[in-house]
């Protein structure tokens, strides 16, 4: 098996140089010909990787230990699914994986290009065989997963216990697909700015669902991994601005600017540098956390290490960025907008978020890299991740207000009388929640200007979605219900990126709510005595322990109270696990989550004899509307990803 | 081109806006991370910082009274010059005597540290060292 999975990486690195000098002189040449097997070239990529993952993926199945990465991160005890997932548990795998996911992207991209093939979609496949290239060294030469040792070990190390979560499952594969989603409008702009062609309707229209797919993966992902650190880490937080951390989130802010831009562009002929220029930052920046997770740049928790990747990644991003950079400017100056506007108008407003996002994005790159920056000219340096929660805040906190006025502005020049009576209604809504909260003796300020401020964005949202169901009952005389679905099916787009924007003032709404208010208790409790942590009352019931074949099971019992007269409100068991084969312990915690708030209840430590017994206690306010706010947002983004069986009306165009 | 102008403008004064605010905010507070000998070399006290170590094994024992974890960090190598340190909060998972961590917070006079965050490596990194130390 490991001999096929080698074979069939070296074959693909074969096939891969052929495509990518074939398409360059196919395309200067003119060979339809050498273009046609170029094209091949790059299905046979796609077969050959596909080949080496099922290798991998068979060898973890069936485990066959010899292989290294097998050994390190499976055991014969793994369920089927957990056995799956150890192929991006590791470096090699995991980029395997991406290698794989790439040359998947290339495949689809050549084969929906069959009929029409362009010189920009050509170029296009230049640049994923490029990066394919990049992948397919490194797997060969640097961390190459198919690795044997000379014995055979009858047991693997097994996966981290830690890792053995749903979370696992999903998040690094979201991730990644996000990541290498991003080369597809990347190639595609790439191509449109060297062949100097603008990318018409067809090629406009795949541009935008790799952006929005990717933004979507992306998104996803990191909500993800915000759930799976919360449910299984065991620290009640959910995001430190670890530099791993950042690098999932900076390619996804610039690709949210992206987005935008490339709406601007299409509907109205404006933004034609902005967008080239946003996705060029986010695809290298996507490049870049790939290369941050596998070097010791930064000190983060969540790196392989040191592996010897630094010169390829770090010549790679060289070229990809000079290259693109240089070629956008070289283009500039044909990149006139087809409209003008003035700075207050709907356009107007795109620009300033899009400004804004690119600003985040640049915040955070700055902040992350300060370590290294700073040890460039004095001692090494780092913020806090308070000091980032409140920079990056204040940006996002203009980044949302702007996403409530941006739907209800006018085109071209907005006017101040207009805007001000659509916001109106959601304005006096804010102001009397604003009122409401600081009766209710909220007095921070940050609850007073934030919460309002949500409800403003999310009732203007409504209010343009009512505004629009009223006309179709009008026009069309449909009921409302019918209005509603009718109003989306017509223009998916639009609606699902205002089901996003619902979507994210919930999420928003958890983070603060969550960040501003959480309440933190520890005590030792001896049997039947309680504890009071906000409003409730934890009594610690009962204490168990049990012995199965894997590991040992530590459990608590503990009673919720809200009111010690009335019954118990819940039953909550913390547990912590200790499995025979590793020396680390796991703590489960007992989450009870309402709208409201979360009782995270964890089970610290414990006397031999079991009757007294550890417990920390965490209140945190509004995280479910957190994970809602993710799910929003999926349905959002499938929504706008839905295929629309109409031609879209050729208005824009993408590139030049 | 007055519009572009106009953006150009606008562009710039947030992004001095942010810079200033970027600026004064790293004058306020501002930590870096070190290894134990680089900060025991120049010590410094009641401010924040962060020092990267390993845990020094049979240190870490719980302290009921207070309700806090005591243990000392020093570099993999060189055992004998340790910090003792006081974590009042919840051990993470990976957290293991032997195993890197990073802590963030202050040196008292006393000479004992207390964090205000206690990082220990991922998993996925602990598995990596596993692997390269066994072979």
Known sequence: MADIGYVSLLLAFATSLFSLVAFILGIRFGYDELRKSARNAIIASFALVSFAVIALMTALITHDFQINYVYSYTSTDMSPLYLISALWGGNAGSLLFWAWLLSVFGAILVLRNLKNQSDSSSYASVVLSATLILFLLLLIFVANPFEKSTLVPSEGRGLNPLLENFGMVIHPPALLMGYAALAVPFGLTVGALISGKKLGGYLAGQVRKWAIFAWLTLGVGNIIGMWWAYEELGWGGYWGWDPVENAGLMPWLAVTAYVHSLMMQNKRGVLKAWSPLMIIIAFNLAMFGTYLTRSDLLNSVHTFGDTGMEPYFLSFITISLLGSVGLLIYRLRDMVADHSYEFFSREGAFLLTNILLLLATGVIFVMTMTPWLSELVMDRKEWKSSQFDVIVGIIFLLIVLLMGICAVMGWRQAKVKNLGKKLLPSAIVAGLLCILLAIVGVHEWYALVFFPLLALVAMTILMEWGRGIRARCRTKGENPFEAFFGLIQANRSRYGGMIVHLGIVLLTMGIIGSSFYDIEEEAMLHINESMEVGDYTLVFEDFSSEDTPSRTIVTARVAVYRDTAQPRIAELTPEKYFHKSFSQPITEVAIRTTPAEDLYVILEGWDDSGADAFFRVKVNPMVMWMWIGGFVLLIGGVVSLWPNGRAKGDSGGIGI | ?135
């Open chain 2, 1 to 135: 081109m007055r519009k572009n102008r106009k953006f150009i403008i606008a562009g710039l004064v947030l992004v001095v806006a942010m810079g200033i605010l970027f600026y004064t905010a790293l004058g306020s507070a501002f930590d870096s991370y070190q290894t134990v000998s680089e900060f025991k070399s120049d010590i410094v006290y009641d401010e924040y910082v962060s020092i990267k170590g390993h845990v020094v094994e049979g240190s870490l024992e719980f302290n009921a009274e207070d309700e806090s974890y005591l243990f000392e960090i020093s570099d993999k190598d060189n055992q004998e010059d340790f910090i003792p340190v006081v974590h009042n909060g919840a051990l993470p998972d990976s957290f293991e005597e032997g195993g890197g961590v990073t802590v963030k917070g202050e040196l008292e006079t006393t000479g004992v540290f207390h964090t205000e965050e206690l990082l220990v490596e991922c998993p996925s990194k602990y598995e990596q060292e596993k692997a390269q130390s066994g072979e």
